[in-house]
């Protein structure tokens, strides 16, 4: 063994090695026993991968002298097998002795790894909380006919746009192949595009026809995406469309802002939605601010099932308005998420859901005579496995109570006119095979 190895690297090698030759499929021992006369002899020899000089075998590798000499740089082997890999420098070269020496090394620790104990605590049921809400409820169809803009002119027809009477009916749409697309009934003349469509050409499509369709489900879900927007709008959340993100705005200029919610404990709290953050050492406040936000994205999960996710997040702004710049932002919020575990993810979470409901146990996107009903309990699923000594984190998914309004409103979702396909005129199936959405 060369002196100029270290003992203690010797040593992580002798041990790494289970004293057995590395060669593939060598396996000797290392130490042959001892007689009545004689001590136990080693027959090991230590090998460089790199060689210990450039002038060695291998040895014109870029490595320092202290680095090939390391356990990393070292593989035991019989002396015979020292002698092949030394000579046959080709084909025993460093990449090959390097994977040898893993190989080796991984069937010494799963040889010499103790056998599994069998764990004997008392397995506990719990709860998995996902972070889906259900959809209970969605329109039925789209409707589209002719209209005189096209993409990119959504403007213009917001500025035509008759409002319904009722405040909390949306009025989501799109453009596209010089259509409007929509959730309200465009067969009524009263409907709120009527001043921008030709309403002799209107089309109905059945919303399951058009989940199987990958353009057909793109539009669904652009409109239920903008349903959400101006929902959320109404609730003084805003939509980021560069980062597809909802967060909070200031009530007023340069003014924090606080909403009370139930906690997870199930009591009325107050939090910050939107605030500029103090130095702990001086109470100073810092030259940004902190809103609190969130990814809401619905999925398709089963031909019928879709369910609405929340993804907390955090958006920065330099004045409680106008974004950080994003090379800010990064560090800051990987920073944060570092630290937020199972528990305050959760706990964000349950803020979202009862925020969006206002602490019921559904919210209603209504479009007049259709609706897309999001019911706010999380999705769960019950296991049975060991746990985690000293984890022990309660959460529950609270169902909300509900009152007379939500009940009303509610039935009254659920009571919305439903299309009768059968009545629908132009639509037969030869034409509905033949019509591209």
Known sequence: MSRTIPEKEAKLLYLQSGCL???PGCGQRLIEPGTPGDDPAIIAEVAHIVAGSRQGPRGKAPLTEQERNMHANLILFCPRHHKVIDSQC???S??????MKADHEARVRRATAPAATEFSAKPTSEAIHSTLMSITQLPDAVF????????????EVKERIVYPNRRDELVPFCLGDKKLFAFQDLRNPANPFSAVLDLRRVEVFPAIDLWRQSEGRRRYVALLNRSLQKYAARLGIRYDPDHRRFHFTS???REERTEQYRSLTGRLVERHVAWQPRRKSTG??????????ACLQFHQMAERQWTLS????????QDGENPLPPAWVGPWVTSLKARMYNDLYLAEVNFWRYYLARGLPRFILNFGNQSAVIDTTLLALQVCWPGIPGDEKP???????????????HEEALAGERIDWHDVEDLSEEESEESEF
């Open 21 to 23: 030759c590395a060669f």
């Open 90 to 92: 080709n084909v025993y």
């Open 94 to 99: 460093i990449p090959v002795l390097q994977q």
């Open 144 to 155: 589209t006919a002719p209209c005189c803009f096209t993409e990119g002119q959504n403007h």
């Open 251 to 253: 009530n007023h200029p």
């Open 284 to 293: 100073q406040q810092r030259h940004f601010w902190w809103h609190l936000a």
């Open 310 to 317: 929340i993804r907390p997040e955090r958006h920065l702004t």
């Open 395 to 409: 959460f529950e998914s609270e169902a909300y109570e509900e009152d007379l309004f939500s009940l009303a409103d």
